[in-house]
C-alpha cells in the first residue's frame, strides 16, 4: 500500500493567517493527490484534485501544489469557517486510495 | 438536490450483521462509480469497498471476505452487508462518489452512518 503522511498532524492559526500542510508519498504518485476539509459531524468536502486543480465551489484562497512524493495545501488567508480537519489522499492505486492521518486546524 | 443519504447503521455485537445502504439522488446514479469510506472513533479516514457502474468490486485487505458491496441502479443505490463484525470496524460509515475518469476524487460524500460494535 502506498503510505500518506501528512503534516503536522495539527497547527494553531489565526484568521488572516497564511497556512501550509504538506503531505507526502511512501512511492511516487505522479500527480494523483486530493484534499479534502472535513468538519465534525458533516461530510468531507473535496477541495483540490490532481494535485492543483481547484474543485468547483471553492475559495480560491485554497490552493495546491506539488508532484510526485511531495504536495501542500496552502490556504492563503484563513476564515473563520476553514477551521476543520484536512485529508490528503493518493489516487495513483485507484481503487485502493489511501488517506493521509489528518491535519487538524484549530483557531490560535 | 444532488445528494446521498446513508441508512442502516446501529449498534451490533462482535460478529453480527449489518447492512448499510445508500440512496443518490440528483444525478445519473449509473454513470458514477461509488465507494465506502469509514471513520473510526478519533482516527482518519480509511477507504473500505469501491464498485464501478458495471459492478466490479474491490475491498481493503481488512474487510475482504467478510464486508460485500453491490448496488442497484434502478433504485440509484449502493449498499454494503457487513458480516463478522468486529471492535475494529466500529466508525462512522461514508458512501462516497467517484467523479474522475482516472484516478479516484470523491466529489460527493453522504453525512454518514454510525456503526457501533460493542457487546
Known amino acids: 500500500d502506498i503510505q500518506m503522511t501528512q503534516s503536522p498532524s495539527s497547527l494553531s492559526a489565526s484568521v488572516g493567517d497564511r497556512v501550509t500542510i504538506t503531505c507526502r508519498a511512501s512511492q511516487s504518485i505522479a500527480y494523483y493527490l486530493n484534499w479534502y476539509q472535513h468538519k465534525p459531524g458533516k461530510a468531507p468536502k473535496l477541495l483540490i484534485f490532481?494535485?492543483?486543480g481547484l474543485q468547483s465551489g471553492v475559495p480560491s484562497r485554497f490552493s495546491g501544489s506539488g508532484y510526485g512524493t511531495d504536495f501542500t495545501l496552502t490556504i492563503s488567508s484563513l476564515q473563520p469557517e476553514d477551521f476543520a480537519t484536512y485529508y490528503c489522499q493518493q489516487s495513483y492505486s485507484t481503487p485502493r486510495v489511501t488517506f493521509g492521518q489528518g491535519t487538524r486546524l484549530d483557531i490560535k | 438536490q444532488v445528494q446521498l443519504v446513508e441508512s442502516g447503521g446501529g449498534l451490533v455485537t462482535p460478529g453480527g450483521s449489518l447492512r448499510l445502504s445508500c440512496a443518490a439522488s440528483g444525478f445519473t446514479f449509473s454513470d458514477y462509480y461509488m465507494s465506502w469510506i469509514r471513520q473510526a472513533p478519533g482516527k482518519g479516514l480509511e477507504w473500505v469497498s469501491y464498485?464501478?457502474?458495471?459492478?466490479?468490486?474491490y475491498y481493503a485487505d481488512s474487510v475482504k471476505g467478510r464486508f460485500t458491496i453491490s448496488r442497484d441502479n434502478t433504485r440509484s443505490s449502493v449498499y454494503l452487508q457487513m458480516n463478522s463484525l468486529r471492535a475494529d470496524d466500529m466508525a462512522v460509515y461514508y458512501c462516497?462518489?467517484?467523479?474522475?475518469?482516472?484516478?479516484?476524487?470523491?466529489?460527493?460524500w453522504g453525512q454518514g452512518t454510525l456503526v457501533t460494535v460493542s457487546s
Open positions: 462516497a462518489r467517484d467523479s474522475a475518469v482516472a484516478g479516484a476524487r470523491f466529489d460527493l
Open positions: 464498485i464501478t457502474s458495471d459492478s466490479t468490486v
Open positions: 490532481g494535485a492543483s
